[in-house]
């Protein structure tokens, strides 16, 4: 099976713009969580997906959404971007009939 | 509200010795523990789990512990190389929650040849 794939890798963004992450789960698993990984506060948890609802939130302003289509892919947007929503941005796929959780590669977000 | 404190932050052990990382969370519901290494530039890769109903789980050198009670759960290597060395996360969740992991903070394990 293929792995978690994440679009694209690496973006540069200006302040002040939105910004669209890509996620394809492994076949077969319906939900999607997205975290966000930087230095200093680590590995957050933004919000997951299953079957095309919000299932859980973080704590992250209304500026983060989401969403998931009917095949399980699912988008992040981040809009009126600021400096410190420069982070990594994983997604991770999981069988909802199990626990275990994988990661994609992430996305590199970089706002200037 | 839902905390994972993980412990320490930076570990170095000679290659051969055993490391510990140990974490405590803080609701008693959570019922899910993974643990993640990273190494740098690289996604988070599952290398152990246990649920709440078992007290100890092995994978060759490595080995997870949980005490419900102290709400504590420790990763165990043993026989350290120097491949070992990267950053690791623990996490927890709560049952109904699968989606949702709270993470430790990490700690980068360097094992030094």
């Known amino acids: 099976k293929a792995g978690v794939t994440q679009t694209p890798r690496y973006l540069i963004k200006t302040r002040g713009q939105q910004v669209t992450l890509s996620c394809s789960p492994i076949?077969?698993?319906?939900?999607v969580s997205w975290y966000q990984q930087t230095p200093g506060q680590g590995l957050q948890f933004l919000f997951e997906?299953?079957?095309?609802?919000?299932?859980n939130k973080g704590n992250f302003p209304g500026r983060f959404s989401g969403r998931q289509f009917s095949n399980s892919r699912s988008e992040m947007n981040v809009s009126t971007l600021e400096l410190g929503d420069s982070a990594l941005y994983l997604c991770?796929?999981?069988?909802?009939?199990?626990?275990?959780?994988?990661f994609g590669q992430g996305t590199r977000l970089t706002v200037v | 509200g839902e905390n994972v404190e993980q412990h320490p932050s930076t570990l170095s052990v000679q290659e051969g010795d055993s490391a510990v990382i140990k974490c405590t969370y803080s609701?008693?519901?959570?019922?899910?523990f993974p643990w993640y290494k990273q190494e740098l530039g690289k996604r988070p890769q599952l290398i152990i789990d246990?649920?709440?109903?078992?007290g100890e789980k092995k994978d060759q050198r490595i080995a997870v512990t949980l005490n419900k009670t102290a709400k504590h759960f420790s990763l165990h290597i043993t026989e350290t190389q120097p491949e070992d060395s990267a950053v690791y996360f623990c996490?927890?969740?709560?049952?109904?929650?699968?989606?949702?992991?709270?993470f430790g903070q990490g700690t980068e394990l360097s094992v030094k040849p």
């Open positions: 609701d008693s519901a959570s019922n899910y």
């Open positions: 996490a927890a969740s709560i049952g109904n929650q699968g989606g949702k992991l709270i």
């Open positions: 991770a796929s999981r069988d909802h009939r199990g626990d275990k959780a994988f």
């Open positions: 246990i649920r709440s109903n078992v």
């Open positions: 997906y299953f079957s095309e609802t919000q299932r």
């Open positions: 076949s077969g698993h319906r939900s």
